[in-house]
Every structure is written in structure tokens, then in C-alpha cells.
């Protein structure tokens, strides 16, 4: 009965090792897939992670210099247009310094004179400032005594500052030879330079 009862005692042992080491085994073998999931998640997680700060920084710079592109675009404009107001200003008090008095008791005439080739006499005026005028006017009675008695006018007009317009009597129709025309018509023309100038100076900034 002793024996027995030992050897009972030893395969209960037996088997109690054998289930404690199957059941570790098990305990190990979960514990590792689970360390290896968890890995391998990580990775994955990781991954993404650099993905996604790889395109947030690629986003950042290209944003950035989207940003400094225009930043430029806007200075060179901004320059452009001051550079553009400047030159305009320029034009405008040169094509005043021009229009001088010597040059409109010139001028006005000889147009005066054209014109009436193929118009009607009695339809011209002439306007002046009152001030050219005042200076002018026995210049112009003088050099357009005849075509005068045929009924072209000279005028003052009190919103010219410096140069002069001719035209039909009944103000449908005139030529404007104002400073400001004048320096529009040249600004128009030299405006354009300037921002092909403008352009040309950009493609060379590196």
C-alpha cells in the first residue's frame, strides 16, 4: 500500500511538472507573439509617423517658399509701381518744363494753320491757361490776325494747367496737347519698358 501510494504521489507530481511546463510553455509562446505584435505595430506605427512628418516638412517648406516667392513677387511690384509713379512724375514735370511759352507761341499757330486747311475757320477754338493766355495773346492776334478775323477763338480754360487743346467751337470734339496728356501718351509708351526691365532684372537675381 506504501508503494502504491508513493508511486501515486509521483505521478501526480509527474504530471503536475508536465501540466505546469505545458502551461508555461504556452504562457511563453503567447507572451512572445504578443511582444512580436506589439513590435511590429510599433513599426508600423513608427512608419507612419515618418510618413507623415516627411510630408508635413515637405508641406512646411514648399508652403515656405510659396511664401518667399511671393514675398518677392510683391516687393518687385511694389518697386515696380513706386519706380513706374516716380518715372510718370518725371515725365509729367519734364513734358511741363517743355510746353514753355516760347514753344506754345510756336506750336499754336503752325497747328492752328493745319488744321484749318481742312476745316472750317469759324469751328476752331484754341484753349489756353489763363495765365500762357494773357501772355500769348497779342503774340497769337499777331502771327493769327487773319485766320482770327475768320472766326477761329482763343480761349482760357481754367482747368488746363500748362500745355494747350484745339477743337471744334461746340467742344465736341478736341486735341488735348495738356502736359498731362502729353505725359500719359509717353508714360503709356515707357511703361511697359519698365516692366520688361523689371522682368529682365528678376531672371538675373539668384
Excluded at 507573439?33 to 513608427?46: L, M
Excluded at 511664401?67 to 510683391?74: E, L, V
Excluded at 493745319?114 to 500769348?136: F, G, R, T
Aim: no cysteine; glycine share 4%; hydrophobic share 40%.
Amino acid at each position: 500500500m506504501d508503494v502504491q501510494l508513493q508511486e501515486l504521489i509521483d505521478k501526480i507530481k509527474k504530471d503536475g511538472v508536465a501540466t505546469a511546463e505545458s502551461e508555461a510553455e504556452k504562457i511563453i509562446d503567447a507572451a512572445e507573439k504578443k511582444a512580436e505584435e506589439i513590435i511590429a505595430k510599433a513599426n508600423d506605427d513608427a512608419e507612419e509617423i515618418k510618413k507623415s512628418a516627411k510630408k508635413e516638412t515637405e508641406r512646411m517648406e514648399k508652403s515656405s517658399e510659396e511664401a518667399i516667392i511671393q514675398a518677392g513677387r510683391n516687393m518687385l511690384l511694389s518697386f515696380k509701381d513706386s519706380l513706374i509713379s516716380e518715372l510718370n512724375g518725371i515725365v509729367l514735370k519734364e513734358t511741363e518744363k517743355a510746353m514753355s511759352k516760347d514753344l506754345l507761341a510756336k506750336i499754336i499757330p503752325e497747328t492752328v494753320k493745319s488744321w484749318i486747311k481742312n476745316n472750317q475757320a469759324s469751328d476752331l477754338s484754341v484753349l489756353l491757361n489763363e495765365k500762357d493766355l494773357k501772355s500769348l495773346e497779342s503774340a497769337f492776334e499777331s502771327e493769327l490776325k487773319a485766320e482770327i478775323s475768320k472766326g477761329v477763338e482763343i480761349k482760357p480754360d481754367k482747368t488746363l494747367s500748362v500745355g494747350f487743346k484745339i477743337g471744334i467751337n461746340n467742344g465736341a470734339a478736341y486735341y488735348d496737347y495738356s502736359a498731362e496728356s502729353l505725359a500719359e501718351l509717353f508714360s503709356a509708351y515707357l511703361n511697359p519698358k519698365v516692366a520688361d526691365l523689371m522682368k529682365q532684372a528678376a531672371k538675373g537675381i539668384k
